[in-house]
């Protein structure tokens, strides 16, 4: 429908300039071949060169004596008729009937060309809105029907808090006595906050499917577009959509490109989104209730939006859409392994314990990438190797091997990492030590993956301690083995992580006595980002930097005094990154006891093999070396 009424404009078009020029140009190919001046054609006159003349309006069409054609334009309200009379001249004056209608046409023809091309393009600017070519101010929100694809919440897992509260309004649309008759009223709106990648928007989808009732969905930034008004405009027609179909759903993605805190920042904000806010504010809870119409909306960024959003009557609810435990990411991937087949020898467990941190969407991915890497090599199912490859591939990245390294750069690395494995080995308090490798994976030439046994929801101080001693301890195992003069650029990246790690404790977790349970975050950061926040004095400048310093110093002399204790674990560490490059916590363990790779034996406690296989995005491995520029 959309193509044939495009197509139909550009035909109108398309015959409006031909008859545009047709208008123009009429006539004029002719005049223009044998065109003469009208002093000329006077003086043919008189010279009795002339035979015969057509006069139409200002054009004058000419026959001479020999037949010959010519044109020429007399000027306006100049009368030759009785000059060419008196001369012997056939004249012939041509009847001009629509020279007023065609006059008007063309004088108005540009013009309405113009409006109509301008009308098409803005149209077609604003998404060709709903109404017609003006309709600019409806509502952009979209019917959701079971042609898209129906999802329930069986398809929902990891999330069973959130999905209960939603499960609940679901139930009321369904059952609205059995809650009204004990006074209750039906919640106006629910805001679902969680980190990208939780489910948020898969569990709206699932509210439409279970309610069996009309469900619209839209994004945020539909909203406001570059003319003023337009927000406002269709916020109202939104509104008023949904009023015809209640009791209804109305699901806004990404309320927050719609719904900041107004009057803030830089000139006091955008007043084309802050009318499209205020209208917002008045439809969900004004003097005119919107009985029926239930708004979920979703964001990540909970912090920006405006407190006016967030009281009561408006979003009664706010849902935390958190990333899954260990249980609610096994559901996770039982849900997308269901339409992968997978071998006998796949332990999803196994798989939820070794993703710590991981969202849905990171778990949907690890899925897609492990089916992609069994069809890459020809097998009919999906095994358990694949899913470790593919946990490599996503936390890790794409092994580098095409990157050539000298023999004293991998020397190097190897015993950078080295360092890293033998020291968190040695902290009891550091997570367990999975996998080192001197393999160039994207931006490192090696690493050694540590992950916690469980999923990890504080840290003590004791723990950041340790974990800034096993950040230090590939520069001090570089000192060791090269000397003060022989250390690379290969920490800066753990400089990096541990600079980090000490100036949260000082600054935002009260972990030095010296500086005290002071929050001074807001002081160097700014207040959510901005260059604002409250200025604090030199000296106490100097004493954070100080206390990080000493934290970050002491991590660095006590990896440094394990690595020289435990020399010998040390080399062998090293020799055996640069045979077999990549060694699992098991084989670890086996060459620090100085035993063979390949052995059977294997009394390794379990807290030193660790059951998981990847680090999480949100906290990066010790030991990543950034690439030499």
């Not at 009795?48 to 200002?58: L, R």
């Not at 003006?134 to 959130?162: N, P, Y």
Request: glycine share 12%; proline share 4%; charged share 25%.
């Amino acid at each position: 429908m959309g193509n044939a009424r495009n197509f139909a404009f550009w035909v109108v078009l398309f015959l409006m300039i031909l008859a545009l020029f047709n208008l123009f140009s009429d006539g004029s190919g002719s005049m223009n071949r044998n065109q003469i001046s009208y002093s000329e054609f006077i003086q043919r006159v008189q010279n009795n060169q002339v035979s015969a003349v057509t006069i139409d309006g200002e054009d004058v069409a000419i026959t001479g004596a020999n037949g010959e054609q010519f044109a020429t334009v007399r000027p306006m309200g100049e009368d030759i008729s009785d000059r060419l009379i008196q001369q012997g001249v056939d004249v012939r004056v041509v009847k001009q009937q629509s020279s007023g209608l065609m006059s008007m046409l063309g004088v108005w023809l540009p013009f309405i060309l113009l409006i109509g091309v301008w009308i098409f393009f803005m149209n077609r600017m604003q998404g060709g809105g709903k109404g017609g070519a003006m309709g600019f101010g409806k509502s952009k929100a979209k019917l959701l029907t079971e042609k898209h694809g129906r999802v329930t919440f069986d398809d929902v897992a990891g999330i069973d808090e959130a999905k209960e509260e939603l499960e609940e309004i679901v139930e009321f649309l369904r059952n609205p006595q059995k809650f009204s008759r004990l006074g209750g009223k039906i919640p106006k709106g629910a805001l679902l906050v969680g980190p990208p990648g939780t489910g948020k928007t898969l569990l709206a989808r699932a509210i439409a499917g279970e309610a069996g009732v009309p469900f619209f969905t839209i994004s945020g930034s539909d909203f406001v577009e570059m003319f003023v008004g337009v927000g406002a405009s269709r916020v109202r027609d939104m509104f008023e959509q949904a009023k015809k179909s209640a009791p209804c759903i109305l699901f806004i993605d990404e309320i927050d490109a719609v719904g900041r805190a107004r009057g803030v920042g830089i000139g006091g904000g955008n007043d084309e989104r802050e009318q499209t806010l205020n209208q917002l504010l008045v439809e969900m809870d004004g003097f005119e209730a919107n009985e029926g119409i239930i708004i979920i909306a979703a964001t990540n960024r909970k912090d920006v939006l405006d407190p006016a959003l967030l009281r009561p009557g408006r979003f009664d609810r706010t849902i935390h859409v958190p990333n899954p435990d260990i249980k609610g990411r096994e559901r996770i991937l039982s849900v997308h392994a269901r339409k992968v087949p997978v071998g006998p020898d796949v332990d999803l467990r196994l798989i939820a314990r070794g993703t710590p941190g991981f969202s849905g969407a990171d778990l949907m991915n690890l899925v897609n990438e492990a089916a992609l890497g069994a069809a890459r090599i020809g097998r009919r199912f999906v095994s358990m190797a694949d899913f470790e490859n593919a946990k490599d591939k996503v936390m890790l990245g794409v092994e580098r091997r095409s990157l050539v390294l000298t023999p004293e750069q991998k020397e190097k690395t190897a015993y950078h990492e080295a360092g890293h494995a033998v020291v968190g080995l040695s902290l009891p308090k550091c997570d367990p030590v999975y996998k080192a490798t001197i393999i160039p994976r994207g931006g490192a030439l090696g690493m050694v993956v540590s992950l916690p046994e469980m999923d990890r929801l504080n840290m003590h101080k004791d723990e950041a301690k340790q974990r800034i001693t096993m950040t230090m301890a590939g520069k001090a195992a570089e000192i060791i083995k090269y000397g003060e003069e022989g250390v690379s650029n290969g920490p800066a990246g753990d400089i990096q992580q541990a600079s980090a790690l000490a100036r949260a404790m000082v600054m935002r977790w009260g972990m030095s006595d010296k500086v005290g349970a002071v929050d001074y975050s807001e002081a160097h950061e700014g207040y959510n980002g901005s260059t604002g926040g409250f200025s604090v004095s030199a000296a106490t400048k100097e004493l954070i930097e100080q206390e990080v310093r000493e934290l970050i110093e002491a991590g660095y002399q006590e990896a440094r005094a394990i690595l020289l204790e435990k020399e010998v674990e040390f080399e062998r560490m090293a020799k055996g990154l640069l045979e077999y490059e990549t060694l699992t916590g098991a084989e670890i363990a086996r060459i620090l006891r100085g035993d063979s790779i390949g052995g059977d034996d294997d009394d390794t406690p379990a807290s030193v093999i660790p059951s998981v296989t990847a680090i999480p995005r949100t906290k990066p491995a010790p030991g990543g070396d950034p690439a030499p520029a």
